[in-house]
């Protein structure tokens, strides 16, 4: 009996140590959770900001007239921005068609058959060299190699200049996600024969597909926006414009111009532009992003 508490004895004194490091780690890790709770709400705290915002000074003049009818002349009451916004729509399709697949195309020549090539190397510099370019630089850009050219503006133009600025955001991100890619699914792919082109495309580039789209979303959210390259490319237009060789209307451009005017009508639907643009970008981004989400199921399954 004697012998129980001198074999108990040297196993007491560690609990002590044992119960101070787990409280430690639970107090550090609702510390980085309350940190990581902090930092999302400060994130997101400024677009739910503007949204309100927006809500609150354009809500109130959006109607049928304003998805209906182009705008009204000056001093008259009423008018739209339907042609704005199909315009928008137009260039951000010529964009969205320019800019995505060459994105991709670099990025995965860069991740698959780039590696220490100086072509990869020349190709990564200029990737974050335009990444860098402010936007009204690409707009005088291609004022000069397009508009100049064909002495006249148009969509077209509107369209190349917000394609390159998204080539390097897509070219970027997607090398990222396909670095992302274990080399044992390559290595399997390889394994049975398939070719390293047919890897890339089929395995690799599928595998890292929900974060190319991502990608691809935050180039299309950057352009989307954009007022200063279709100053010198699409120029604009008070009237309904189809042809990718003449002035389009644009919803940054409209609201550009109604911002710095001097009527109170034109300001009122400039903020509602505001809105209709923000809303479309994030209606056209949750889309896509769902989309991609079913069909990535899809193939798991």
């Not at 119960?19 to 994130?43: C, E």
């Not at 969509?155 to 274990?182: D, F, Y």
């Not at 990718?244 to 009122?268: F, G, K, M, N, T």
Request: contains cysteine; aromatic residues 8%.
């Amino acid at each position: 009996m004697s012998t129980l508490p001198q074999m108990n004895s040297p196993l007491r004194p560690p609990l002590k140590p044992a119960r101070a490091n787990t409280l430690r780690r639970s107090l550090v890790n609702h510390l980085v959770t309350g940190l990581s709770i902090l930092a999302t709400v400060l994130v997101v705290a400024p677009l739910i900001a503007i949204l309100v915002y927006l809500l609150y000074k354009g809500a109130s003049s959006l109607n049928l007239a304003f998805f209906t009818h182009i705008p009204a002349p000056v001093a008259e009451p009423g008018g739209g921005m339907a042609n704005s916004i199909v315009g928008s729509g137009i260039i951000l399709l010529l964009a969205s068609s320019m800019g995505i697949p060459v994105g991709i195309a670099a990025g995965v020549y860069l991740s698959e058959f780039g590696g220490g090539r100086f072509l990869a190397h020349a190709i990564r510099f200029t990737a974050d060299v335009l990444n860098g370019v402010p936007s009204i630089v690409m707009g005088i850009s291609i004022y000069s190699l397009i508009v100049m050219q064909q002495k006249h503006f148009s969509a077209l133009a509107g369209g190349v200049a917000l394609g390159i600025m998204m080539i390097p955001t897509v070219t970027r991100s997607t090398e990222e996600m396909l670095a992302t890619v274990p080399h044992a699914v390559r290595e399997a792919a390889l394994g049975l024969g398939v070719p390293k082109w047919r890897t890339a495309i089929s395995v690799t580039l599928r595998t890292a597909s929900p974060g190319i789209i991502t990608g691809c979303m935050l180039a299309f959210a950057r352009v989307a926006g954009e007022t200063a390259p279709l100053l010198f490319t699409a120029f604009g237009n008070q009237f309904w414009s189809f042809k990718l060789s003449e002035p389009i209307a644009a919803l940054p451009l409209q609201i550009y111009v109604y911002a710095i005017s001097p009527y109170d009508e034109w300001h009122r639907l400039a903020w509602a532009g505001s809105l209709v643009l923000i809303v479309m970008i994030m209606v056209s981004v949750t889309l896509v992003r769902v989309y991609a989400s079913r069909g990535v199921l899809k193939g798991g399954n």
